[in-house]
């Protein structure tokens, strides 16, 4: 069994979890992770990553944005669990945040990734579909990815969204 930090709480990987993983199946965790950025943390990074010239920032339309980059003090504590999946799975793990400042905000659309992908729900409400099923994510909920799944979001408030990818799972 394997724990991973989330703020004041963890999530333990069992041999359940990595038996679906080999399965290809995805994962949500309910209310797991307490310590969550707020709208002002968001903007503070955003200013930080546009004054630094240290982001990946995407224009999406309707209000929407990508970010990939070094972040501000007041986000930091988001890389704690990048950290521990990358000591957890021996790979190197990124961090993109998804934000829709409006319920029209476009996302990317029905797609795939190639790699593991945990996405955090961090603030407002997130309709995934992920291989046909929906689910509603809410502040806090976790939601494992395996490789080559089709998704895709809606936003259902303005929200902020955060996927850690993982580009392949450690096998002991």
């Known amino acids: ?4 930090s989330l703020g004041e709480r963890s999530i333990m990987l069992d041999e359940d979890f990595f ?11 309910k209310n797991t992770f307490l310590n969550l950025p707020t709208w002002s943390d968001i903007i503070d990074n955003i200013d930080f990553m546009v004054n630094n010239h240290e982001a990946l920032i995407i224009p999406m339309d309707d209000l929407g944005l990508k970010l990939h980059g070094n972040y501000a003090e007041s986000c930091m504590k988001l890389m704690d669990f990048a950290k521990d999946l990358e000591k957890t799975f021996k790979e190197e793990c990124s961090l993109h945040h998804y934000i829709s400042f409006s319920t029209k905000s476009k996302s990317l ?4 990734d ?7 729900q961090a603030i407002g409400k997130t309709e995934f579909t992920i291989a046909g099923d929906v689910h509603i994510l809410e502040p806090g909920d976790l939601l494992y990815i395996p490789p080559h799944t089709e998704h895709c979001t809606k936003p259902l408030t303005p929200r902020v969204g955060l996927s850690y990818g993982v580009e392949k799972f450690y096998n002991a």
Do not use: N, R, S
């Not at 038996?19 to 965790?29: G, V």
């Not at 190639?114 to 955090?120: A, H």
């Open 1 to 4: 069994m394997v724990g991973l």
């Open 19 to 29: 038996k679906d993983y080999h399965l290809k199946q995805y994962k949500i965790w």
């Open 109 to 112: 659309g029905l797609h795939t």
């Open 114 to 120: 190639p790699c593991d992908v945990f996405f955090l």
